[in-house]
Protein backbone atom coordinates (compact mmCIF):
# COMPACT_ATOMS: atom_id res chain seq x y z
CA UNK A 1 0.00 0.00 0.00
CA UNK A 2 2.48 2.14 0.83
CA UNK A 3 4.84 1.82 -2.15
CA UNK A 4 0.99 2.41 -4.38
CA UNK A 5 0.37 6.00 -2.52
CA UNK A 6 4.68 6.83 -3.12
CA UNK A 7 3.93 6.03 -7.13
CA UNK A 8 1.21 7.73 -6.87
CA UNK A 9 2.72 10.90 -5.72
CA UNK A 10 5.70 10.88 -7.82
CA UNK A 11 2.89 10.61 -10.97
CA UNK A 12 1.05 13.52 -9.79
CA UNK A 13 3.88 15.43 -8.58
CA UNK A 14 5.32 14.78 -12.36
CA UNK A 15 1.68 16.29 -13.67
CA UNK A 16 2.30 19.15 -11.66
CA UNK A 17 5.55 19.53 -13.00
CA UNK A 18 4.37 19.40 -16.70
CA UNK A 19 2.06 21.73 -15.74
CA UNK A 20 4.29 24.10 -14.58
CA UNK A 21 6.65 23.84 -16.95
CA UNK A 22 3.73 24.81 -19.84
CA UNK A 23 2.39 27.47 -17.76
CA UNK A 24 6.18 29.22 -17.84
CA UNK A 25 6.53 28.23 -21.69
CA UNK A 26 3.28 29.96 -22.31
CA UNK A 27 4.70 33.29 -19.89
CA UNK A 28 2.78 35.49 -17.44
CA UNK A 29 1.11 38.35 -18.43
CA UNK A 30 -0.30 40.73 -16.39
CA UNK A 31 -2.87 41.96 -19.50
CA UNK A 32 -5.33 39.29 -18.49
CA UNK A 33 -5.82 37.83 -14.65
CA UNK A 34 -4.05 34.53 -13.83
CA UNK A 35 -5.07 34.57 -10.37
CA UNK A 36 -8.74 35.09 -8.70
CA UNK A 37 -8.65 37.22 -5.88
CA UNK A 38 -10.95 36.84 -3.26
CA UNK A 39 -10.33 38.90 -0.60
CA UNK A 40 -11.22 43.16 -0.76
CA UNK A 41 -11.65 44.87 -4.02
CA UNK A 42 -10.01 48.06 -3.48
CA UNK A 43 -6.47 48.96 -2.00
CA UNK A 44 -5.65 52.37 -1.44
CA UNK A 45 -1.73 52.83 -0.21
CA UNK A 46 -1.36 56.44 1.34
CA UNK A 47 2.43 57.16 2.20
CA UNK A 48 3.86 60.07 4.06
CA UNK A 49 7.25 60.22 2.98
CA UNK A 50 9.20 60.63 6.08
CA UNK A 51 6.28 61.43 7.86
CA UNK A 52 6.59 60.37 11.65
CA UNK A 53 4.42 61.11 14.35
CA UNK A 54 6.35 64.63 15.16
CA UNK A 55 5.34 65.88 12.02
CA UNK A 56 1.71 64.72 12.39
CA UNK A 57 1.90 66.52 15.78
CA UNK A 58 2.90 70.41 14.49
CA UNK A 59 0.55 70.05 11.65
CA UNK A 60 -2.25 69.14 13.79
CA UNK A 61 -1.36 71.89 16.17
CA UNK A 62 -1.38 74.23 13.52
CA UNK A 63 -5.04 73.11 11.93
CA UNK A 64 -6.58 71.05 14.51
CA UNK A 65 -8.23 67.76 13.95
CA UNK A 66 -6.68 65.84 11.18
CA UNK A 67 -8.57 63.54 9.14
CA UNK A 68 -5.84 60.44 9.88
CA UNK A 69 -7.30 60.82 13.27
CA UNK A 70 -10.42 59.24 12.47
CA UNK A 71 -8.53 55.86 11.32
CA UNK A 72 -9.99 53.33 13.57
CA UNK A 73 -7.24 51.29 13.71
CA UNK A 74 -3.53 52.30 14.54
CA UNK A 75 -0.20 50.90 15.10
CA UNK A 76 3.63 51.35 14.85
CA UNK A 77 6.27 50.48 11.85
CA UNK A 78 9.82 49.71 12.55
CA UNK A 79 11.87 50.75 9.35
CA UNK A 80 15.21 49.26 9.37
CA UNK A 81 16.96 47.97 6.32
CA UNK A 82 19.55 45.19 5.50
CA UNK A 83 22.00 48.07 5.46
CA UNK A 84 21.65 49.15 8.95
CA UNK A 85 18.69 51.16 11.32
CA UNK A 86 18.11 53.91 9.06
CA UNK A 87 16.45 53.59 6.01
CA UNK A 88 16.00 55.00 2.22
CA UNK A 89 13.30 55.47 1.04
CA UNK A 90 13.92 52.88 -1.43
CA UNK A 91 14.52 49.89 1.06
CA UNK A 92 12.10 51.24 3.09
CA UNK A 93 9.40 51.22 0.20
CA UNK A 94 10.82 47.71 -1.12
CA UNK A 95 9.93 46.55 2.40
CA UNK A 96 6.26 48.11 2.01
CA UNK A 97 6.18 46.86 -1.87
CA UNK A 98 6.87 43.63 -1.76
CA UNK A 99 7.80 42.00 2.01
CA UNK A 100 11.42 41.61 1.81
CA UNK A 101 13.90 44.27 3.42
CA UNK A 102 16.94 44.74 1.18
CA UNK A 103 19.81 47.04 0.86
CA UNK A 104 19.05 51.29 0.52
CA UNK A 105 19.22 52.34 -2.91
CA UNK A 106 17.76 48.64 -4.40
CA UNK A 107 14.36 48.94 -5.94
CA UNK A 108 12.51 46.26 -5.35
CA UNK A 109 15.28 43.64 -5.60
CA UNK A 110 17.32 41.65 -3.50
CA UNK A 111 20.82 40.41 -3.45
CA UNK A 112 21.07 36.32 -3.66
CA UNK A 113 24.10 34.16 -3.64
CA UNK A 114 26.19 37.34 -5.09
CA UNK A 115 22.85 38.27 -7.78
CA UNK A 116 20.66 40.71 -7.84
CA UNK A 117 16.85 39.16 -7.85
CA UNK A 118 13.81 40.87 -8.85
CA UNK A 119 11.36 40.80 -6.11
CA UNK A 120 7.44 40.84 -7.02
CA UNK A 121 5.01 43.57 -5.78
CA UNK A 122 1.95 44.53 -4.11
CA UNK A 123 0.78 46.33 -7.33
CA UNK A 124 2.28 43.29 -9.77
CA UNK A 125 0.21 41.20 -7.48
CA UNK A 126 -2.82 43.22 -8.19
CA UNK A 127 -2.69 43.21 -11.76
CA UNK A 128 -2.01 39.55 -12.00
CA UNK A 129 -5.69 39.32 -10.18
CA UNK A 130 -6.92 41.59 -12.82
CA UNK A 131 -7.08 44.82 -11.04
CA UNK A 132 -6.44 48.49 -12.20
CA UNK A 133 -3.57 49.98 -11.22
CA UNK A 134 -2.18 53.37 -10.27
CA UNK A 135 0.72 55.35 -8.38
CA UNK A 136 0.52 59.00 -7.42
CA UNK A 137 3.37 61.00 -6.24
CA UNK A 138 4.52 64.92 -6.03
CA UNK A 139 7.96 63.87 -6.77
CA UNK A 140 9.15 62.53 -9.63
CA UNK A 141 7.41 59.45 -11.00
CA UNK A 142 10.24 57.33 -11.37
CA UNK A 143 11.30 58.50 -7.64
CA UNK A 144 12.57 55.93 -5.00
CA UNK A 145 8.44 55.37 -3.57
CA UNK A 146 6.89 54.85 -6.50
CA UNK A 147 9.64 53.17 -8.49
CA UNK A 148 9.21 50.32 -6.20
CA UNK A 149 6.09 49.20 -6.70
CA UNK A 150 6.14 48.84 -10.34
CA UNK A 151 10.19 48.59 -11.47
CA UNK A 152 12.96 46.64 -10.54
CA UNK A 153 16.50 47.92 -10.74
CA UNK A 154 19.86 47.71 -8.40
CA UNK A 155 19.87 51.13 -7.80
CA UNK A 156 17.56 54.13 -7.17
CA UNK A 157 19.50 56.65 -9.55
CA UNK A 158 18.36 54.71 -12.74
CA UNK A 159 15.17 57.12 -13.08
CA UNK A 160 15.46 56.66 -17.11
CA UNK A 161 15.60 52.64 -16.70
CA UNK A 162 12.74 53.57 -14.14
CA UNK A 163 10.71 55.47 -16.44
CA UNK A 164 10.83 52.40 -18.85
CA UNK A 165 9.95 50.11 -17.21
CA UNK A 166 6.84 52.38 -15.08
CA UNK A 167 5.17 51.92 -19.15
CA UNK A 168 6.12 48.44 -19.54
CA UNK A 169 4.60 47.38 -16.50
CA UNK A 170 1.40 49.30 -18.34
CA UNK A 171 0.33 50.70 -14.57
CA UNK A 172 -2.67 52.41 -15.60
CA UNK A 173 -2.58 55.56 -14.07
CA UNK A 174 1.00 57.61 -13.40
CA UNK A 175 0.47 60.67 -11.77
CA UNK A 176 3.44 62.97 -10.63
CA UNK A 177 6.71 65.11 -11.51
CA UNK A 178 9.66 63.74 -13.48
CA UNK A 179 9.00 64.65 -17.29
CA UNK A 180 12.94 65.21 -17.56
CA UNK A 181 13.28 61.32 -16.68
CA UNK A 182 11.22 60.68 -20.13
CA UNK A 183 13.12 60.95 -22.93
CA UNK A 184 11.30 60.91 -26.74
CA UNK A 185 12.13 56.93 -26.76
CA UNK A 186 10.22 56.37 -23.66
CA UNK A 187 7.26 59.12 -24.15
CA UNK A 188 6.39 57.03 -27.41
CA UNK A 189 6.82 53.81 -26.19
CA UNK A 190 4.64 55.11 -23.37
CA UNK A 191 1.95 56.61 -27.08
CA UNK A 192 2.46 52.81 -28.29
CA UNK A 193 1.34 51.30 -25.42
CA UNK A 194 -1.87 53.29 -25.35
CA UNK A 195 -1.44 55.83 -22.66
CA UNK A 196 -2.70 59.57 -23.12
CA UNK A 197 -0.01 61.75 -22.36
CA UNK A 198 -0.73 64.92 -20.39
CA UNK A 199 1.10 67.72 -18.93
CA UNK A 200 -1.39 70.47 -17.46
CA UNK A 201 -3.87 70.65 -14.81
CA UNK A 202 -6.90 71.97 -17.67
CA UNK A 203 -5.69 68.12 -19.28
CA UNK A 204 -6.02 66.65 -16.29
CA UNK A 205 -9.47 67.73 -15.31
CA UNK A 206 -10.58 66.66 -18.62
CA UNK A 207 -8.90 63.30 -19.66
CA UNK A 208 -10.04 59.73 -19.91
CA UNK A 209 -8.72 56.15 -21.26
CA UNK A 210 -8.12 53.01 -19.60
CA UNK A 211 -3.98 54.22 -19.67
CA UNK A 212 -2.50 57.74 -18.55
CA UNK A 213 0.57 59.37 -18.00
CA UNK A 214 0.43 62.24 -16.00
CA UNK A 215 3.68 64.53 -15.68
CA UNK A 216 3.25 67.72 -14.18
CA UNK A 217 7.05 68.91 -13.61
CA UNK A 218 10.10 68.57 -14.89
CA UNK A 219 11.56 67.18 -11.21
CA UNK A 220 9.34 67.51 -8.37
CA UNK A 221 6.33 69.01 -7.51
CA UNK A 222 6.80 72.33 -6.41
CA UNK A 223 5.83 72.53 -2.62
CA UNK A 224 2.65 73.44 -1.31
CA UNK A 225 3.87 77.21 -0.63
CA UNK A 226 5.38 77.65 -4.00
CA UNK A 227 2.55 76.80 -6.17
CA UNK A 228 0.22 78.66 -7.87
CA UNK A 229 -3.30 78.10 -9.16
CA UNK A 230 -2.24 76.04 -12.49
CA UNK A 231 -0.33 73.65 -10.25
CA UNK A 232 -1.66 70.38 -9.92
CA UNK A 233 -1.87 69.53 -6.78
CA UNK A 234 -1.40 65.70 -4.79
CA UNK A 235 -5.83 66.03 -4.11
CA UNK A 236 -5.83 66.63 -7.31
CA UNK A 237 -4.31 63.80 -9.06
CA UNK A 238 -5.91 61.61 -6.46
CA UNK A 239 -9.29 62.35 -7.27
CA UNK A 240 -9.15 61.49 -10.91
CA UNK A 241 -6.80 58.49 -10.22
CA UNK A 242 -9.50 57.26 -8.60
CA UNK A 243 -12.47 58.08 -10.99
CA UNK A 244 -10.45 56.41 -13.60
CA UNK A 245 -9.66 53.17 -11.66
CA UNK A 246 -12.87 52.58 -10.54
CA UNK A 247 -14.18 51.84 -14.12
CA UNK A 248 -12.30 48.61 -13.89
CA UNK A 249 -14.87 45.87 -11.93
CA UNK A 250 -12.17 43.79 -11.02
CA UNK A 251 -11.36 47.05 -8.28
CA UNK A 252 -8.00 48.63 -8.14
CA UNK A 253 -4.65 49.33 -6.22
CA UNK A 254 -3.59 52.77 -5.75
CA UNK A 255 -0.30 54.21 -3.86
CA UNK A 256 -0.29 57.65 -3.18
CA UNK A 257 2.93 59.48 -1.83
CA UNK A 258 2.96 63.00 -0.22
CA UNK A 259 6.46 62.90 -1.52
CA UNK A 260 8.04 66.46 -0.53
CA UNK A 261 6.89 66.21 2.90
CA UNK A 262 10.85 64.46 3.37
CA UNK A 263 12.13 67.16 1.37
CA UNK A 264 10.87 69.49 3.69
CA UNK A 265 12.05 67.77 7.16
CA UNK A 266 15.33 67.34 5.30
CA UNK A 267 15.56 71.32 4.81
CA UNK A 268 14.30 71.52 8.60
CA UNK A 269 11.68 73.11 6.92
CA UNK A 270 8.95 73.35 9.07
CA UNK A 271 5.98 75.72 7.17
CA UNK A 272 6.60 73.53 4.26
CA UNK A 273 6.39 70.37 6.54
CA UNK A 274 2.98 71.54 8.14
CA UNK A 275 1.54 72.89 4.29
CA UNK A 276 3.16 69.21 2.83
CA UNK A 277 1.44 66.96 5.59
CA UNK A 278 -2.00 68.97 5.66
CA UNK A 279 -2.28 68.33 2.13
CA UNK A 280 -1.32 64.58 2.30
CA UNK A 281 -4.41 64.68 4.92
CA UNK A 282 -6.11 66.24 2.43
CA UNK A 283 -6.20 63.04 0.38
CA UNK A 284 -6.89 61.04 3.80
CA UNK A 285 -9.62 62.54 4.00
CA UNK A 286 -10.90 62.08 0.58
CA UNK A 287 -10.29 58.27 0.61
CA UNK A 288 -11.67 57.84 4.17
CA UNK A 289 -15.01 59.30 2.54
CA UNK A 290 -14.87 57.45 -0.54
CA UNK A 291 -14.00 53.64 1.68
CA UNK A 292 -16.94 54.43 3.75
CA UNK A 293 -19.11 54.76 0.62
CA UNK A 294 -17.62 51.50 -0.98
CA UNK A 295 -17.19 49.47 1.71
CA UNK A 296 -14.77 46.70 0.08
CA UNK A 297 -12.13 49.39 0.08
CA UNK A 298 -9.05 48.89 2.47
CA UNK A 299 -7.11 52.61 3.23
CA UNK A 300 -3.60 52.31 5.14
CA UNK A 301 -2.09 55.35 5.87
CA UNK A 302 1.56 55.55 7.30
CA UNK A 303 4.97 56.35 6.32
CA UNK A 304 7.98 54.74 4.86
CA UNK A 305 10.33 56.65 7.49
CA UNK A 306 11.03 59.36 9.69
CA UNK A 307 13.42 62.60 8.64
CA UNK A 308 15.12 64.94 10.40
CA UNK A 309 13.91 63.94 13.93
CA UNK A 310 11.54 66.65 14.82
CA UNK A 311 10.89 67.74 18.07
CA UNK A 312 7.98 69.64 18.66
CA UNK A 313 8.81 72.01 21.59
CA UNK A 314 12.24 73.45 22.12
CA UNK A 315 12.01 73.83 26.06
CA UNK A 316 9.73 73.08 29.28
CA UNK A 317 7.09 75.48 28.75
CA UNK A 318 8.10 77.46 25.73
CA UNK A 319 5.54 78.06 23.63
CA UNK A 320 4.98 77.03 19.45
CA UNK A 321 3.80 79.64 17.55
CA UNK A 322 1.59 77.70 14.99
CA UNK A 323 0.59 81.57 13.94
CA UNK A 324 3.84 82.35 12.99
CA UNK A 325 4.31 78.95 10.77
CA UNK A 326 1.22 79.24 8.53
CA UNK A 327 1.46 83.05 8.00
CA UNK A 328 5.04 81.55 5.98
CA UNK A 329 4.38 82.12 2.80
CA UNK A 330 7.44 80.19 0.43
CA UNK A 331 9.21 77.14 1.35
CA UNK A 332 12.81 77.67 2.35
CA UNK A 333 14.00 76.49 -1.04
CA UNK A 334 12.49 79.58 -2.50
CA UNK A 335 14.16 81.82 -0.22
CA UNK A 336 17.19 80.43 -0.54
CA UNK A 337 17.24 80.53 -4.39
CA UNK A 338 16.12 84.25 -3.89
CA UNK A 339 19.55 85.19 -1.86
CA UNK A 340 21.41 82.72 -4.31
CA UNK A 341 20.44 85.17 -7.20
CA UNK A 342 21.20 88.04 -5.52
CA UNK A 343 18.75 88.98 -2.63
CA UNK A 344 19.07 90.45 0.37
CA UNK A 345 19.04 87.83 3.40
CA UNK A 346 17.26 90.10 5.81
CA UNK A 347 14.41 91.11 2.69
CA UNK A 348 13.97 87.91 1.52
CA UNK A 349 13.04 86.37 4.70
CA UNK A 350 11.02 89.17 5.94
CA UNK A 351 9.07 89.13 2.48
CA UNK A 352 8.07 85.52 3.27
CA UNK A 353 8.06 85.45 7.18
CA UNK A 354 7.72 88.62 8.40
CA UNK A 355 10.38 87.86 10.59
CA UNK A 356 13.74 90.48 11.16
CA UNK A 357 17.05 88.69 11.50
CA UNK A 358 19.41 89.40 14.28
CA UNK A 359 23.39 89.89 13.49
CA UNK A 360 24.22 86.93 14.42
CA UNK A 361 21.31 84.96 12.22
CA UNK A 362 22.20 86.98 9.00
CA UNK A 363 26.05 85.98 9.70
CA UNK A 364 24.73 82.41 9.33
CA UNK A 365 23.10 82.86 6.17
CA UNK A 366 26.13 84.23 4.95
CA UNK A 367 28.39 81.32 6.01
CA UNK A 368 26.00 79.08 4.56
CA UNK A 369 26.78 80.85 0.92
CA UNK A 370 30.30 79.55 1.03
CA UNK A 371 29.82 76.66 1.58
CA UNK A 372 30.23 73.56 -0.99
CA UNK A 373 27.48 72.22 0.40
CA UNK A 374 24.73 72.88 -2.36
CA UNK A 375 22.02 72.58 0.49
CA UNK A 376 23.58 74.67 3.06
CA UNK A 377 21.67 77.77 2.80
CA UNK A 378 18.34 75.99 2.77
CA UNK A 379 19.16 74.21 5.63
CA UNK A 380 20.70 77.19 7.50
CA UNK A 381 17.40 79.27 6.82
CA UNK A 382 15.41 76.23 8.31
CA UNK A 383 17.41 75.96 11.18
CA UNK A 384 16.97 79.20 11.78
CA UNK A 385 13.23 79.42 11.27
CA UNK A 386 12.48 76.20 13.32
CA UNK A 387 14.02 77.99 16.40
CA UNK A 388 12.09 80.94 16.24
CA UNK A 389 8.39 79.48 15.68
CA UNK A 390 9.42 76.76 18.75
CA UNK A 391 10.43 73.08 16.82
CA UNK A 392 13.78 71.88 16.43
CA UNK A 393 14.89 68.79 14.50
CA UNK A 394 18.26 66.79 15.36
CA UNK A 395 19.10 66.47 11.66
CA UNK A 396 18.68 66.89 8.14
CA UNK A 397 19.01 63.18 7.64
CA UNK A 398 16.42 59.83 7.80
CA UNK A 399 16.32 59.03 11.40
CA UNK A 400 15.42 55.04 12.37
CA UNK A 401 12.46 56.09 14.75
CA UNK A 402 9.49 54.00 14.03
CA UNK A 403 6.80 55.82 12.43
CA UNK A 404 2.76 55.35 12.54
CA UNK A 405 0.91 53.07 10.83
CA UNK A 406 -3.37 53.84 10.44
CA UNK A 407 -5.96 51.41 8.82
CA UNK A 408 -9.68 51.46 7.72
CA UNK A 409 -11.55 49.29 6.01
CA UNK A 410 -11.61 44.90 5.54
CA UNK A 411 -9.42 43.92 7.96
CA UNK A 412 -8.34 46.88 9.36
CA UNK A 413 -7.63 45.21 13.14
CA UNK A 414 -4.93 43.26 11.63
CA UNK A 415 -2.49 46.49 10.82
CA UNK A 416 -1.93 47.23 15.08
CA UNK A 417 1.10 47.06 17.46
CA UNK A 418 4.72 47.07 16.52
CA UNK A 419 5.29 45.51 13.40
CA UNK A 420 7.88 46.35 10.62
CA UNK A 421 7.25 47.35 6.55
CA UNK A 422 7.55 43.70 5.61
CA UNK A 423 4.66 42.62 7.63
CA UNK A 424 2.34 45.12 6.52
CA UNK A 425 3.17 44.15 2.95
CA UNK A 426 2.58 40.71 3.49
CA UNK A 427 -1.02 41.41 5.48
CA UNK A 428 -2.43 43.66 2.66
CA UNK A 429 -1.08 40.82 0.09
CA UNK A 430 -3.31 38.28 2.63
CA UNK A 431 -6.27 40.76 2.82
CA UNK A 432 -6.17 41.30 -1.12
CA UNK A 433 -5.91 37.66 -2.03
CA UNK A 434 -7.77 35.58 0.16
CA UNK A 435 -9.19 38.86 2.54
CA UNK A 436 -7.58 38.35 5.68
CA UNK A 437 -8.88 34.91 6.98
CA UNK A 438 -8.43 31.15 6.30
CA UNK A 439 -8.30 28.16 8.30
CA UNK A 440 -5.37 26.09 7.33
CA UNK A 441 -3.70 22.79 8.29
CA UNK A 442 0.05 22.58 8.20
CA UNK A 443 1.49 18.99 8.35
CA UNK A 444 4.98 20.68 6.68
CA UNK A 445 6.40 21.05 3.31
CA UNK A 446 5.18 17.92 1.08
CA UNK A 447 7.63 16.30 -1.51
CA UNK A 448 5.21 18.06 -4.59
CA UNK A 449 6.98 21.26 -5.78
CA UNK A 450 4.20 24.36 -4.38
CA UNK A 451 2.88 21.84 -1.99
CA UNK A 452 2.77 23.66 1.29
CA UNK A 453 0.62 21.69 3.34
CA UNK A 454 2.21 18.65 2.72
CA UNK A 455 -1.21 16.42 1.46
CA UNK A 456 0.14 15.33 -1.68
CA UNK A 457 -2.90 18.11 -3.99
CA UNK A 458 -1.77 21.69 -4.70
CA UNK A 459 -4.84 24.44 -3.64
CA UNK A 460 -5.25 27.74 -2.30
CA UNK A 461 -4.26 26.19 1.08
CA UNK A 462 -0.51 26.08 -0.01
CA UNK A 463 -0.73 29.68 -1.96
CA UNK A 464 -1.88 30.93 1.76
CA UNK A 465 0.43 29.30 3.33
CA UNK A 466 3.59 30.10 1.52
CA UNK A 467 2.60 33.66 1.47
CA UNK A 468 2.17 33.65 5.28
CA UNK A 469 5.37 31.56 6.30
CA UNK A 470 7.43 31.68 3.62
CA UNK A 471 7.07 35.25 1.51
CA UNK A 472 10.38 36.92 2.70
CA UNK A 473 12.96 34.04 2.69
CA UNK A 474 15.75 33.21 0.88
CA UNK A 475 15.72 29.18 -0.16
CA UNK A 476 18.01 27.50 2.49
CA UNK A 477 17.07 24.28 2.02
CA UNK A 478 14.95 21.69 0.00
CA UNK A 479 11.85 22.41 1.54
CA UNK A 480 12.08 26.19 0.95
CA UNK A 481 13.34 25.20 -2.78
CA UNK A 482 9.74 23.68 -3.33
CA UNK A 483 7.73 26.71 -2.40
CA UNK A 484 10.52 28.47 -5.13
CA UNK A 485 8.44 27.92 -7.88
CA UNK A 486 10.02 30.12 -10.24
CA UNK A 487 13.79 29.12 -8.77
CA UNK A 488 15.22 32.07 -8.69
CA UNK A 489 16.46 31.45 -5.20
CA UNK A 490 13.62 33.35 -3.03
CA UNK A 491 9.89 32.81 -2.17
CA UNK A 492 8.36 35.86 -3.10
CA UNK A 493 4.26 36.98 -3.92
CA UNK A 494 4.90 35.41 -7.85
CA UNK A 495 5.67 31.95 -6.15
CA UNK A 496 2.12 32.67 -4.27
CA UNK A 497 0.72 33.76 -7.41
CA UNK A 498 1.97 30.66 -9.98
CA UNK A 499 0.76 28.16 -6.69
CA UNK A 500 -2.69 30.09 -7.22
CA UNK A 501 -2.48 29.06 -10.72
CA UNK A 502 -2.02 25.64 -10.45
CA UNK A 503 -4.89 25.24 -7.65
CA UNK A 504 -6.98 27.07 -9.67
CA UNK A 505 -6.06 25.42 -13.05
Given at each position: ???KI????????????????????K???????????RGV???????G??MG?G?VE?????YGH????D?????F????????????S?A?G???????K??NK???????RG?????????????Y??????L??T???T?A???????????R???K?I????????V??????GK?E?????????R??G?????T???L?????E???????E????Y?L????NT???LDMTK?A????????DG???M????????????N?V????????????????????A????????????????G???????Y????D??R??????????M?????E?????????KY?????????V?????????D????????IG???SER?????I???????????MA??PG???????R??V???KE??????????????????GVI?GD?DG???I??DD?????????G?T???N????L??????????????KI????E?
Open positions: MNKGILAVLFAISLLVAFQVSVAGYSAESPSIKAKNVIILIDGVQITKLCLNMEMPYAGELTDSLSGPVTDAATAIATGFTYMISTVKVKVVNVTTLLELAKSGKATGVTTRIHTPAVFASHVENDMEEARQLIEHKNVLFGGRFDTETLDLARNYKVIYKDEKNVDGYVLGLFSSHMPVDRDNVGLKIELLEKDPFFLVEGGRIDHACHADASVVAETKEFDDVVGYCLDYRKNKDTLVIVLADHETGLGVGTNGDPIEHILSIKASVSKAKEIKGGDPREVIKTGLDLTDEEEKIKEAMNSNKYALGNAEILVGVRFSHIHTGNPVPIYGQWYFRGFHHDTSIADIMLFGGERSVNANGIKADYRDLAYITLNYYVKTLNDEKRDMDNNGIIDYMDVIMEMAS
